[in-house]
């Protein structure tokens, strides 16, 4: 997927953040939300 390429990018962050425990789900799940509901409603779940 976009994500898992993008968080893997070692070149761009030094390491591939997929690795990072959650993380690649948590950035779906908020890009799902943002597609869904729009950026303002998804800021305000996290604000």
Request: charged letters at 20%.
């Given at each position: 997927t976009f994500v898992t390429s993008?968080?893997?990018n070692?070149?761009?962050?030094?390491q591939d953040l997929n690795k990072v425990p959650g993380l690649?789900?948590?950035?779906?799940a908020y890009l799902d939300d943002?597609?869904?509901?729009?950026?303002r409603a998804a800021l305000c779940k996290i604000s």
């Open positions: 993008f968080l893997g070692e070149d761009f962050f030094g690649t789900d948590a950035v779906v943002i597609k869904a509901n729009g950026m």
